[in-house]
Each structure stands twice: as C-alpha cells, then as structure tokens.
C-alpha cells in the first residue's frame, strides 16, 4: 500500500464552488443544492491565449491553482496529472460539424484545443511550469487511474505532485452515445511526506473483486457521482472533509482503488 499526503485541494462542480465553501455539503452538515459552475477566466494567460481557452480548460486550471494556493505551492516546479474522460466535448463537435461540411475547415486553434493534454499545455503557460505533465483517459475509471500515477509518481519520485481530474458534459448529438452528467473539477496537492500544511494521509492500494466504489449518502450528491467520472472523486473528498473513512473508487477491468483516509 503506498501512503501519501493531501496537502491541498481544489472543487469546482454544480452546488461544490471551491473546498473551503463545501466543506458543510461534503461533511453532511448542509443539503446539497446543484447550482450553475462559473468558469474563472485564466487571468494568468497573456490576453491572446486567454481568448483561445476553452471551458475545460478553465475548468482544469481553476481547481489546480486553488489546490496549490491551499497548499501553499509554486506551480512553476509541480509536475502535474491530468485526467478526464473526454476534456473538450465542445471542441471535438465543432471539428466533426466542419468535417461532415464540404469546405472541411477546421479552425488551427480548434485543433490544438482538441488534443487531450491542451489543459497541460496551458498549464506550462500560465505557470511557467516546467516540471513533468501526464495527461490521462481511463472513461469511468479516469479519476481512479489519475489517483494511482500521481501517487505513484510521489512516491517513486519523492516529489509533490498536483492531480487534476475534470469533465463536461457533451454537447449533441454526442451527449446521447456519451453522456456525462455536469461540469466538475477536483484537484490535489499530494506529497510523499507530512508538511505543515497536510490535510490528510491516504493509504492507497488495488482489489479486484468488489462490487462497486462507495456510493455519497446524499442522493443527489450520489446522482453526480454517477453521472460524472471525475465526480467519482466525492467519497474520497467526503473522507477528506470528515477527516477520516475508507473508500473504493471504480477503476478500469473492474478494479476498486482502496483508499484509507486518517488525519495527517
């Protein structure tokens, strides 16, 4: 079982606007209530970049730098995961529309918004980060795979490391062969030792074999759990929240990854 350190930690989704702010929802102490998720400009980019950003994007880089500023980081020497199931829906239709058209011209900053580590990319420019970037996909299980490489990564590397999961829904038609619930973003901040700031330790292994990851007690919360990969995170952050639990997160080729939650 690897152990590491959570020592910061970015929200971002329906209802959840930031860690300090649901804190009472992920404790159970306040009712969950879906609300519309703003998008913060990436104020860090240089004015022409910033226009060309996307919503997944903006989405990636909000939880990662609230992540880091909780934990009191340099973004500039963090190496960095990424994980989404499917990052810029939005990009990916406005490309396949031009496709299916005769003059089939597709926009160069469409394009590169396309690829799937885009967020890395504007992540090096808007931190000046220089440090190694992973970009992942693992469809349900993207959140789950996420947690393991940048745990691995702490530990292996003995270095910081900052886990960004996040999705959007699709727009349609792709919405109904793919759907994905709301817009949500978690991130953190994990080191392979105790600091001032640590949060929590997490005990953190694979089993195969067990039925299902942990379901949220609120229905709702439950619902975008369910409805949203990098959702699948919740229970791990309500453990967080409550500061202390065991949780199963849903994998790949039915994999459960166990995480141990205890006071740092």
Same mark, same amino acid.
């Given at each position: 079982m690897m152990r590491v350190f959570v020592n910061g930690i970015g929200l971002l989704g329906p209802g959840l606007p930031g860690w300090a702010a649901s804190l009472p929802v992920l404790r159970g102490e306040a009712p969950f209530q879906p609300a519309d998720v703003l998008l913060p400009a990436v104020a860090q980019l240089p004015a022409a970049e910033r226009r060309r950003t996307g919503a997944a994007v903006k989405l990636a880089i909000a939880a990662g730098l609230e992540a880091l500023a909780q934990a009191g980081r340099d973004a500039a020497d963090m190496a960095t995961v990424f994980t989404s199931s499917?990052?810029?829906?939005? *990009?990916?239709?406005?490309?396949?529309?031009?496709? $299916?058209?005769?003059?089939?011209?597709?926009?160069? *900053?469409?394009?590169?918004?396309?690829?799937?580590? $885009?967020p890395s990319g504007y992540w090096a420019l808007a931190c000046a980060a220089t440090a190694p970037s992973t970009s992942l996909c693992g469809f349900d299980g993207s959140f789950a795979i996420g947690l393991l490489d940048a745990a691995v990564q702490a530990t292996v590397e003995n270095r910081a490391v900052t886990l960004i999961a996040y999705d959007l829904p699709y727009p349609e038609p792709l919405h109904s062969a793919r759907p994905i619930g709301a817009t949500f973003a978690a991130a953190l901040v994990l080191t392979p030792d105790r600091t001032a700031r640590s949060l929590a330790e997490l005990g953190i292994g694979l089993e195969h074999g067990v039925a299902s990851g942990t379901a949220m007690p609120d229905r709702l919360l439950e619902a975008l759990r369910l409805g949203t990969p990098a959702a699948r995170s919740l229970p791990l952050l309500g453990a967080i929240a409550r500061r202390a639990g065991a949780v199963g997160i849903e994998g790949i080729d039915g994999a459960i990854v166990a995480v141990d939650v205890t006071p740092p």
């Open positions: 499917g990052s810029d829906g939005e *990009t990916i239709d406005a490309i396949l529309t031009v496709l $299916a058209t005769e003059r089939r011209e597709v926009s160069p *900053t469409r394009f590169h918004n396309s690829v799937h580590n $885009a």
